[in-house]
């Protein structure tokens, strides 16, 4: 009787914990984003500047998707396959991005690529330009989502047996020809979860962007800033609604990756 009575308070506890830290505020987003009715949000969104902001946001947060899918593939691969000085530390710098405040990040951006450093100055020179555009938000969100793909291939890797790709090898096979036959069908499910992973934390990367974007309306302004710029400016229906896409958009990936998750774990 007592051990039904605790299992009874631990999940009581643990299900009101769950309502209190994600259910309650994102219910309150909502609520608040449609409070003025349909079509006062609908104006919200679709407004100009709310609206390229959106865009912009969405097809930069693709293009670093994109980069880390490679990359991060590419790294991973590295990790587990191969044996070099300094790996173990290189394993363990993999998840700074993940321990940074992002803030941080973009003041170490800023510091490297900025005017006043040697390499900012180069490249000023040499006529490229990394801050202040959309090529330095590119460069920020990268930073920050530079663990997910990586962390989510790796363990895939681990399980794959290396003599398998040995012996694809000793019967002729390229090593690109081994990677698409043997090693990408068995990541494939990593680099998808890893990527949408990415992209959602990419959708509301705020405290990197702010400092290195130049945060101009209609060119560099992602929605995170736009959504800190109503806040500002004492408007929260409208910093609300635009919360409630990135918001969805998050929960929609949220429930792909687990579909993918549970498909994967039913063939394996």
Same mark, same amino acid.
């Given at each position: 009787? !007592? ?15 769950? #309502? ?8 309150? #987003? ?15 969104? &679709? ?42 530390? %290189? ?19 800023? &510091? ?43 363990? %895939? ?9 040995? !012996? ?9 020809? @081994? ?13 998808? !979860?890893? *990527?949408? %992973? ?14 290195? *974007? ?5 060119? &560099?302004?992602?929605? *995170? ?21 990135? %918001? &969805? ?18 063939? @394996?």
């Amino acid at each position: 009787m !007592a051990n039904k009575v605790f299992k009874a308070t631990v999940r009581s506890v643990l299900i009101g914990y769950l #309502i209190a830290l994600l259910v309650l505020p994102i219910g309150a #987003i909502y609520v608040k984003g449609f409070s003025l009715g349909w079509q006062p949000f609908w104006e919200e969104v &679709t407004g100009p500047l709310a609206w390229k902001s959106v865009v912009l946001t969405i097809k930069l947060s693709i293009l670093s998707t994109i980069i880390q899918m490679v990359i991060g593939t590419m790294i991973a691969y590295v990790l587990v396959r191969y044996t070099f000085p300094g790996k173990k530390l %290189l394993n363990s710098m993999v998840d700074l991005p993940f321990s940074l405040p992002t803030s941080v990040a973009g003041l170490m951006i800023l &510091t490297l690529l900025g005017p006043q450093s040697p390499l900012g100055a180069a490249l000023e020179h040499a006529g490229i330009k990394l801050l202040y555009n959309q090529t330095a938000i590119v460069i920020g969100l990268v930073f920050v989502t530079f663990p997910f793909v990586i962390r989510t291939v790796q363990p %895939l890797l681990e399980q794959i047996d290396p003599s398998e790709e040995q !012996a694809s090898y000793t019967l002729g096979a390229s090593k690109w020809l @081994t990677f698409r036959r043997i090693v990408f069908p068995a990541v494939a499910p990593g680099i998808v !979860a890893g *990527s949408m %992973l990415a992209f959602s934390r990419a959708l509301a990367e705020f405290g990197a962007i702010s400092l290195i *974007s130049g945060n101009l309306p209609g060119k &560099t302004m992602v929605v *995170s800033v736009y959504i800190y710029g109503e806040t500002q400016n004492f408007n929260p229906e409208g910093a609300a609604a635009l919360s409630i896409v990135l %918001l &969805t958009l998050s929960l929609l990936l949220l429930w792909i990756i687990n579909l993918v998750s549970r498909e994967r774990r039913q063939l @394996t």
